[in-house]
């Protein structure tokens, strides 16, 4: 019987794991043309027919991507800006989400619907109201009309998840350690942050990748002062309308890129476990 079950399952599974790798080939098939891109030299990037390989691989756009004067500068800012976000929003997540969830006060359930309605308004419909705003506030041209949209943006989608990391974690365990004599401080940081620690890197890579490619803001608030760039600005640098050079566009994406999968390997463990927990709870 249970190799007739074998049997009969096993025609799914190959149609499932057929179709995972299927999807898998799509979505990766944008990336690997970007990077094959880069490596073509300009003849073959402006043939006709274009091939999914190249027989002459070339530097010379990456050459020209890090020849640029500025493109030191626009990564460095954009370190600032994505760093920033990350650290900031999810320190301010974990005391927002331990505070929803441990305490009951007023307004408790109108202040969580208040973060989901957040989540829904487009980021689009509120780029001319927060320019005005960071006008207002004196922040334009610094990167700090970058940084404080970006933490406001994350933050509901953050709380919403850790929420249910700290709600896994027992109130038996903190009744034990008040009772040992652990300050509330003391149990928030030693006992309490390493348990969500997972959940806070599963948001850190989202707030990370919003704003590391955020183009709409730094093209809206970023005027006239160019050394407060970042990196999603210089692709306008090797995009003309009249002659776009669609080498050096791929290759900086391809450099722009490499940060963020460096990110997602270093947390690709700590990642896995608090999604899942996250569709756990």
Do not use: C
């Not at 009969?8 to 057929?18: D, F, I, K, M, T």
């Not at 490619?213 to 730094?218: G, R």
């Amino acid at each position: 019987m249970n190799l007739s079950g074998v049997r009969v399952r096993r025609p799914w599974r190959l149609a499932a794991e057929a179709s995972a790798l299927l999807i898998a080939i799509v979505v990766a098939f944008p990336l690997y043309w970007m990077v094959l891109s880069a490596f073509k030299p300009a003849g073959e990037i402006e043939s006709t027919e274009p091939r999914p390989w190249t027989s002459a691989p070339s530097l010379d756009s990456f050459r020209r991507v890090f020849g640029q004067q500025d493109f030191g500068r626009y990564f460095v800012n954009s370190l600032v800006v994505a760093g920033s976000v990350v650290l900031i929003s999810a320190l301010i997540a974990f005391l927002a989400a331990t505070a929803v969830t441990r305490f009951r006060f007023r307004f408790r359930t109108t202040l969580l619907i208040m973060f989901l309605v957040a989540q829904m308004v487009p980021v689009e419909a509120l780029t001319i109201p927060l320019f005005f705003q960071m006008r207002d506030f004196g922040l334009l041209n610094t990167l700090g009309s970058l940084i404080l949209p970006h933490i406001a943006f994350s933050l509901p989608f953050a709380i919403w998840m850790l929420r249910g990391f700290v709600k896994a974690v027992p109130e038996a365990l903190e009744e034990a350690a008040y009772i040992d004599g652990a300050s509330r401080a003391r149990f928030l940081w030693q006992i309490l942050f390493p348990l969500v620690l997972p959940g806070l890197v599963a948001t850190s890579v989202f707030s990370f990748i919003s704003a590391w490619n955020d183009f709409l803001y730094a093209k809206s608030f970023i005027i006239s002062d160019t050394s407060q760039s970042t990196l999603p600005m210089a692709l306008l640098v090797f995009y003309k309308p009249d002659d776009p050079d669609w080498g050096g566009v791929m290759a900086a994406s391809t450099v722009m890129t490499i940060p963020v999968l460096v990110f997602f390997v270093l947390v690709q463990r700590r990642l896995v476990s608090g999604l899942g927990g996250a569709v756990k709870d």
